[in-house]
């Protein structure tokens, strides 16, 4: 399977004015396979930035390789293709989300029949149709990032890398932008993304990285931490609504309960004729967070 991103011993030490080093990064290897969603998680400073600077080419590794689909992100080639959502977006304020649409696609060369009707199905999609004449120089945060998501999306990338993506959003902006990201990761899309959120990453991820101190401390799929919080996950299909479950895409919705909530719940999905997906116990992402961070363990493994 073709590797959407490798890094190979990835280490980085930023220097100050006074020559004071700091290792963000050490020894980090790491693969991430084409049509794979891979959170990256970690707590404030733990390296998560510098890894996407690197993988984005704003700055080099001290030591180490990364590279794109298998080209070295020294090489600006590896970033065709590649749609990039940053921690804080800047956007030339000047301009109107269309012209940054517009501005994307054309970089990238993507070919479609009519570019600006192309762009505007990405602003509607993001609820910004409306202002896409409009200069960004009055936006919110909120809709500033959105701007730069539906760039990131309207390039049709091969791989989307987003650094704390759902960060500047309200909450049904953090539904929105999470319906659209399943529906990309559903078509066969490859997303790289960091948060802190932790019930984000269960969602959107396939196997997530644990970050702490520059150390990759663990690389584990979500299915390897169930057990140990006593919840139950419950997936069904379903057009009615179920008081506590939330929607995910389509007719799709989701619940995590207590195991003595489990048969009251299944007699209601069978009330609303929701046809039943799913039923698991529940994830622990927010367990694993802190054993591997505050209990400081040693690094188990790297893929
Ligand atoms: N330009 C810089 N100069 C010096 N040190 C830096 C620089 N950028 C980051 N660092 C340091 O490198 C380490 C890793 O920072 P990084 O921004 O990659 O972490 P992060 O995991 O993205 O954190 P956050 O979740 O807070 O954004 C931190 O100790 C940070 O202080």
């Known amino acids: ?32 396979n084409q049509g794979e969603a891979f959170g990256f998680i970690g707590p404030n400073g733990a390296g998560k930035s510098t890894t996407i600077k690197i993988l984005t080419g704003i700055i080099s590794p001290s030591s180490g390789k ?35 649409l517009k501005m994307g696609v054309s970089l990238h060369k993507l070919k479609v029949d009519n570019t600006e009707k192309h762009c505007m199905k990405w602003l509607e999609r993001f609820s910004i149709a409306h202002v896409a004449n409009k200069r960004i120089r009055s936006f919110s945060k909120g809709m500033t990032q959105r701007t730069v998501l539906a760039h990131a999306l309207a390039i049709q990338p091969r791989l989307l890398i987003l650094d704390e993506p759902l960060s500047g959003l309200d909450p049904i902006g953090r539904k929105e932008v999470v319906d659209v990201l399943m529906e990309y990761r559903h078509q066969g899309g490859t997303i790289f993304f960091s948060s802190h959120v932790l ?5 959107l991820a396939d196997r997530f990285g644990l970050i702490h101190k520059g150390v990759l401390r663990t690389v584990q799929e979500p299915h390897e931490l169930v057990g140990d919080t006593g919840k139950v996950l419950v997936r069904s299909m379903g057009t009615q609504a179920i008081e506590g479950m939330e929607k995910d895409v389509g007719e799709r919705w989701s619940t995590n309960i207590e195991r003595d909530q489990l048969w009251p719940l299944l007699e209601q999905l069978r009330a609303a004729d929701h046809q039943i997906v799913e039923i698991k116990p529940a994830l622990t992402l927010e367990g694993a967070f802190v054993k591997y961070v505050t209990e400081d363990i040693q690094p188990n493994r790297a893929s």
Do not use: W
Request: proline residues 4%; hydrophobic residues 35%.
């Open 199 to 203: 019930h984000d990453v269960e969602r």
């Open 1 to 32: 399977m073709t590797c959407a991103i490798a890094l190979e011993g990835l280490t980085k030490h930023y220097r100050d004015r006074k020559k004071q080093s700091t290792k963000a990064l050490d020894n980090v290897t790491l693969s991430v």
């Open 66 to 100: 990364a590279s794109m689909f298998g080209t070295d992100v020294s090489d600006h080639h590896a970033r065709l293709g590649m749609g990039y959502v940053p921690e804080n977006p800047y956007l030339y304020d000047y301009l109107t989300p269309l012209e940054v």
